[in-house]
């Protein structure tokens, strides 16, 4: 389900009792979840009827067609944990990025425009080492702000 709802930052959760409340007190509950997806841009999720809604006038995320490419990302993170800048953290992730999110993978990437490195030419160790040179030490993360990293 939650692949279905990208974006969703918070739950609110409606019940109603006793279970035979009269059909009036049903339907303004249904209102009230419309009400309150519309108002936060989400859906409505019924797990008596495994039903997912959007409300009328929400448009929810639209998967791209397979000929179209995401030509702009940007992955943020940021930590205190010096685990999160050594060489085996950096490659754990980009592990993860392909098994689990390949999209997300750079074809090009650098420090300036247009990136000079292709991680179809390099491979991953290049990434891997590429990351912990510009995220792993501290110092020059001030200059590592927008590495422009392309997906096309």
Same mark, same amino acid.
Request: hydrophobic residues 40%; contains cysteine.
């Given at each position: 389900m939650h692949a279905a709802l990208p974006g969703i930052q918070?739950?609110?959760e409606l019940s109603l009792e006793p279970t035979a409340a009269p059909r009036a007190a049903h339907a303004l509950l249904r209102r009230t979840a419309k009400a309150l997806a519309s108002a936060a841009h989400g859906v409505v999720v019924d797990p008596q009827t495994d039903t997912i809604t959007t409300p009328a006038g929400v448009r929810r995320f639209v998967k791209p067609r397979a000929s179209e490419v995401l030509d702009a990302l940007e992955l943020s993170w940021f930590s205190t944990n010096e685990n999160m800048r050594t060489r085996h953290w950096?490659?754990?992730?980009?592990r993860l990025?392909?098994?689990?999110l390949p999209e997300a993978l750079p074809v090009r990437y650098g420090r300036w425009e247009? =990136? =000079?490195h292709r991680l179809r030419e390099l491979g991953r160790e290049h990434l891997v080492d590429f990351l912990v040179e510009v995220y792993g030490n501290p110092a020059e993360l001030g200059g590592a702000c927008g590495i422009p990293i392309d997906q096309s």
């Amino acid at each position: 389900m939650h692949a279905a709802l990208p974006g969703i930052q918070h739950m609110t959760e409606l019940s109603l009792e006793p279970t035979a409340a009269p059909r009036a007190a049903h339907a303004l509950l249904r209102r009230t979840a419309k009400a309150l997806a519309s108002a936060a841009h989400g859906v409505v999720v019924d797990p008596q009827t495994d039903t997912i809604t959007t409300p009328a006038g929400v448009r929810r995320f639209v998967k791209p067609r397979a000929s179209e490419v995401l030509d702009a990302l940007e992955l943020s993170w940021f930590s205190t944990n010096e685990n999160m800048r050594t060489r085996h953290w950096f490659d754990e992730f980009v592990r993860l990025l392909e098994r689990e999110l390949p999209e997300a993978l750079p074809v090009r990437y650098g420090r300036w425009e247009p =990136p =000079p490195h292709r991680l179809r030419e390099l491979g991953r160790e290049h990434l891997v080492d590429f990351l912990v040179e510009v995220y792993g030490n501290p110092a020059e993360l001030g200059g590592a702000c927008g590495i422009p990293i392309d997906q096309s």
